[in-house]
């Protein structure tokens, strides 16, 4: 039921607490327990008594929580902590935002309210920037939280200008805390009753009141990081660059509520998590190349913000000259940064005191300023200098301002404390000049040289820190790559986050199905998503083969904890971590493997968990079978003999991928990120709007998916990195050959089929019976014997699931071993000398290493003593 504006605790939410008797309502009285009883009115008690006993002695509000003592009750004051709750112990969200992002929430109605309590934390190196602001689609109305110079600015307008309202002299401002853009969390508070404001930060408080009679507030949408709604503004904030956390406007934490999916109603392409942000790189690519923008505005104050990356110990990154003498250089100095300027007192320097060189490959952060008292701050990174000037105060700059470099005649006539004699080479992003976020490409007004967009840097090695969040760091010639497939995140280095999908309340769900006829069948698998969840029990992930088979393999949480369950042929396989919580709404980042019955889980950091279920073959039987085999044709049996009698391995014909478990009864909310199965990014899939992906139910895609398509390096190296098995062409049984070729891949199925140990990838074969045998005629030429098939191919692998087929196959196998050793016997007798090979590399694992993906190199084959017979058996191969 909405309540008008007046009743300021119906907008903050602040419900009575305590004791109510002989309520009277227009003279009757009413029966305030008989009513309560009727509606089964929740938090109500037929009783009323008042306890002695102090609710916060036990100090029950955690991670710095201040405890209020309340009726029967403790109140917990989570504002400043970084945590949310009822005692303070749910981390708050945290957004990134480089300039680009921003997070809108577009409430469903119009919001009046006379009433407003609002809380927020904030962390960025920039002096401007808008935190949060209330926005009108028919008004000028806004509560705006921003920073101005390093300060944190109040601003709350209350339009007068519709039919009916009352006179006000226009926007209230109010300004609190000093030098803000220190890379430090901050805590920002804001209270409105009324006309009266209170502006805190840090504890802080700064009080204001609002003049006029009009005090109502209208709202549409709770903006933050940028400010959409500008119809009504004359002036917009500069877009924010840092992190926010805990929003909480009137009692609602929208941040975290739009993570977790309980509404609908929000927008936004900010990231969660704290990120590092490096927002609109360049790359000036030689010491010849800048650009010219327009004149740096400095005359009474200024702040300037940019983050640099270089291998060069020097160069010129900035350079404005000014009438007179005035001038201002931002140089790179042996490993160093120099700050040198000229107000008209004759030039200054300043050195930045890094503790080592800063033209380490590694991006760093700069920040100069000077405020109108005339004190100049360097700070590098966390590193700060300071200076104070006398004498003249302003900064008379002109001409244009130079990034990157000068012409060359122009670098003799510098002024005698500017060492640079050549540009810079690196590259530059988050340019700030005095809250202006200038496009270095677009908005140059003239562009020397090789300035490209993006940053690429120089060639490197693979080190320990070279890939984040545990990705592979692959060499290459020109450099290395980063293999991100199994931390859930994606680009170069496996920092930026992978596709997202916020799952609501009700359930959702995202099917991949493969064609009928791209069925995979794997002997390995490989699984890896990252997820953040309040939910105690859900389904993440399950893979499904084909109707009427059984095989699965199930990713769920149970009691909080991760579990995977599969079953790929007999018995059920479980295997969990049960030291990490994963229901407490931070990431988390799963990675399952599994090679036949074995599997390994690592959640997180953890410790990998590995499971190892006991075989079902019997060592007697095979014993006694192995010494009726001829010794020629031992090795080739006894890997077929173990391979018959171990626990059944293949996930046979996969067909479908389900994320969200809504089709299971126990549907997942929150947001699910990165996920890889086996070459398959579904979610980006499910971004691009892929054939074979189908999406229902309450999702919402967070900012926007990569692409699927991979660039030729990264299809390659991954190609290189999950393809374990090698195309079998030929398939021998007894005398007669028969060979096949695996069909050409295209571009999908090379970025997609790159599975560690594909098997199938067809539907056609029979389901119920596991031998080897020939699943398709012949349609093409043979494999050589000494050539590799092309990737994406796939071997046919059956196997029999009955234990008296694996009996009569053992004693078949050992008479027909018996009858071709005495018929190999008697044309040795009556042959001219000859050999024959027999290329068991080609169809079976000979060791443990190759089963795993490792690379087994073949032995070449004995060279035949007559040739002629040696070309009659050249593709003759004996096979159990």
């Given at each position: 039921?909405?309540?008008?504006?007046?009743?300021?605790?119906?907008?903050?939410?602040?419900?009575?607490?305590?004791?109510?008797?002989?309520?009277?309502?227009?003279?009757?009285?009413?029966?305030?327990?008989?009513?309560?009883?009727?509606?089964?009115?929740?938090?109500?008690?037929?009783?009323?008594?008042?306890?002695?006993?102090?609710?916060?002695?036990?100090?029950?509000?955690?991670?710095?929580?201040?405890?209020?003592?309340?009726?029967?009750?403790?109140?917990?004051?989570?504002?400043?902590?970084?945590?949310?709750?009822?005692?303070?112990?749910?981390?708050?969200?945290?957004?990134?935002?480089?300039?680009?992002?921003?997070?809108?929430?577009m409430l469903p109605n119009a919001m009046h309210t006379e009433a407003e309590d609002v809380s927020l934390r904030f962390m960025s190196q920039r002096a401007y920037g808008l935190m949060m602001a209330t926005t009108s689609r028919e008004s000028a109305d806004t509560l705006r939280l921003e920073l101005d110079g390093g300060q944190m600015k109040l601003t709350v307008n209350l339009d007068c200008l519709r039919v009916g309202c009352a006179p006000s002299k226009g926007p209230e401002t109010l300004f609190a805390g000093h030098k803000l853009n220190d890379n430090e969390w901050h805590t920002v508070r804001v209270v409105r009753r009324g006309k009266n404001l209170q502006l805190s930060v840090d504890n802080v408080t700064v009080?204001?009141?609002?003049?006029?009679?009009?005090?109502r507030l209208e709202f549409y949408n709770i903006e933050t990081g940028i400010m959409t709604e500008r119809r009504f503004i004359s002036v917009v904030p500069s877009n924010f660059i840092g992190h926010l956390s805990g929003l909480v406007f009137n009692g609602q934490p929208y941040m975290d509520q739009c993570k977790d999916g309980d509404i609908t109603y929000c927008e936004l392409n900010a990231r969660f998590g704290l990120r590092a942000i490096v927002a609109d790189p360049v790359t000036f690519k030689s010491r010849s190349s800048y650009l010219a923008?327009?004149?740096?505005?400095?005359?009474?104050?200024?702040?300037?913000?940019?983050?640099?990356?270089?291998?060069?110990?020097?160069?010129?990154?900035?350079?404005?000259?000014?009438?007179?003498?005035?001038?201002?250089?931002?140089?790179?100095?042996?490993?160093?940064?120099?700050?040198?300027?000229?107000?008209?007192?004759?030039?200054?320097?300043?050195?930045?005191?890094?503790?080592?060189?800063?033209?380490?490959?590694?991006?760093?952060?700069?920040?100069?300023?000077?405020?109108?008292?005339?004190?100049?701050?360097?700070?590098?990174?966390?590193?700060?200098?300071?200076?104070?000037?006398?004498?003249?105060?302003?900064?008379?700059?002109?001409?244009e301002l130079y990034i990157g470099g000068l012409s060359k005649n122009m670098f003799s006539s510098l002024p005698k404390l500017v060492a640079s004699r050549d540009g810079f080479q690196g590259c530059l992003a988050s340019v700030d000049l005095n809250g202006r976020l200038p496009d270095l490409i677009a908005d140059a007004l003239h562009r020397i040289g090789q300035v490209e967009r993006g940053c690429d840097g120089p060639s490197t090695t693979c080190t320990e820190e070279s890939c984040a969040n545990q990705g592979v760091c692959l060499q290459q010639w020109d450099g290395f790559t980063c293999d991100c497939t199994m931390t859930s995140y994606g680009g170069p280095v496996c920092n930026d986050p992978g596709t997202t999908y916020i799952f609501g309340k009700g359930g959702a769900l995202i099917t991949y199905?493969?064609?009928?006829?791209?069925?995979?069948?794997?002997?390995?698998?490989?699984?890896?998503?990252?997820?953040?969840?309040?939910?105690?029990?859900?389904?993440?992930?399950?893979?499904?083969?084909?109707?009427?088979?059984?095989?699965?393999?199930?990713?769920?949480?149970?009691?909080?904890?991760?579990?995977?369950?599969?079953?790929?042929?007999?018995?059920d396989i479980t295997i969990d971590e049960p030291n990490a919580i994963v229901s407490d709404g931070k990431y988390h980042v799963v990675r399952f493997t599994r090679s036949g019955g074995n599997a390994t889980l690592q959640v997180d950091s953890w410790p990998v968990n590995e499971r190892y279920p006991a075989g079902n073959f019997d060592n007697e039987r095979l014993a006694i079978a192995r010494q009726r085999i001829p010794y020629r044709l031992g090795r080739v049996v006894d890997e077929w003999l173990l391979d018959k009698g171990r626990q059944l391995t293949i996930f046979n014909?996969?067909?479908?991928?389900?994320?969200?478990?809504?089709?299971?009864?126990?549907?997942?909310?929150?947001?699910?990120?990165?996920?890889?199965?086996?070459?398959?990014?579904?979610?980006?899939?499910?971004?691009?709007?892929?054939?074979?992906?189908?999406?229902?139910?309450?999702?919402?895609?967070?900012?926007?998916?990569p692409s699927v398509l991979l660039s030729a390096e990264t299809t390659a190296t991954t190609l290189l990195a999950d393809m374990a098995t090698t195309i079998m062409e030929t398939t021998t049984t007894m005398a007669t050959t028969t060979t096949?070729?695996?069909?050409?891949?295209?571009?999908?199925?090379?970025?997609?089929?790159?599975?560690?140990d594909l098997l199938v990838a067809s539907a056609e074969c029979p389901s119920d019976d596991e031998d080897l045998e020939e699943c398709e005629p012949s349609t093409a030429n043979p494999t050589g014997p000494g050539e590799r098939g092309p990737p994406g191919a796939v071997e046919v692998i059956r196997e029999s699931s009955s234990t008296t087929g694996m009996v009569v196959g053992i004693v078949a196998a050992a008479a027909l071993c018996i009858l071709i050793?005495?018929?190999?016997?008697?044309?040795?007798?009556?042959?001219?000398?000859?050999?024959?090979?027999?290329?068991?590399?080609?169809?079976?694992?000979?060791?443990?290493?190759?089963?795993?993906?490792?690379?087994?190199?073949?032995?070449?084959?004995?060279?035949?003593?007559?040739?002629?017979?040696a070309k009659k058996n050249k593709d003759k191969e004996y096979y159990v």
């Open positions: 039921m909405p309540l008008p504006p007046e009743v300021w605790t119906a907008a903050l939410r602040a419900g009575y607490v305590g004791c109510v008797r002989d309520l009277f309502i227009d003279g009757r009285s009413r029966d305030l327990r008989g009513l309560a009883e009727a509606q089964g009115a929740v938090g109500v008690a037929p009783f009323c008594s008042r306890e002695t006993l102090k609710q916060c002695a036990s100090a029950p509000c955690r991670n710095g929580g201040v405890c209020r003592e309340g009726w029967n009750r403790f109140v917990c004051d989570c504002v400043g902590t970084g945590f949310l709750g009822r005692v303070c112990e749910r981390e708050a969200t945290v957004l990134s935002y480089d300039g680009s992002m921003y997070m809108k929430i009080e204001g009141q609002m003049a006029g009679a009009h005090t923008l327009a004149t740096l505005q400095a005359y009474a104050s200024m702040h300037l913000f940019f983050q640099f990356k270089t291998t060069a110990p020097d160069g010129l990154l900035l350079f404005n000259s000014g009438n007179g003498n005035d001038f201002i250089v931002i140089e790179l100095v042996k490993g160093y940064i120099h700050y040198v300027f000229d107000l008209g007192n004759g030039p200054s320097l300043m050195k930045g005191n890094s503790d080592k060189p800063v033209n380490d490959n590694q991006w760093h952060n700069v920040v100069v300023s000077r405020d109108p008292g005339n004190v100049h701050t360097l700070k590098i990174d966390s590193r700060t200098v300071t200076q104070h000037s006398n004498g003249a105060r302003n900064l008379d700059l002109k001409g199905t493969w064609p009928p006829n791209d069925r995979p069948s794997t002997r390995m698998d490989r699984l890896a998503v990252g997820f953040s969840t309040h939910q105690r029990s859900a389904v993440l992930v399950r893979v499904d083969s084909a109707s009427g088979l059984g095989d699965y393999l199930q990713l769920h949480i149970d009691q909080g904890t991760v579990g995977v369950i599969f079953n790929v042929g007999t018995d014909s996969q067909a479908a991928i389900k994320i969200g478990g809504r089709d299971q009864g126990r549907p997942f909310q929150g947001q699910v990120s990165g996920l890889y199965y086996n070459g398959l990014k579904v979610l980006a899939l499910a971004a691009e709007s892929d054939p074979n992906v189908r999406t229902e139910g309450h999702l919402r895609l967070v900012g926007e998916g096949r070729r695996g069909r050409s891949p295209t571009l999908r199925d090379s970025t997609t089929q790159n599975t560690d050793l005495l018929y190999a016997m008697y044309k040795y007798r009556n042959r001219d000398e000859g050999s024959y090979q027999v290329d068991q590399s080609r169809n079976y694992i000979s060791n443990s290493a190759q089963s795993n993906g490792a690379v087994v190199k073949e032995k070449a084959p004995a060279a035949p003593k007559t040739p002629s017979k």
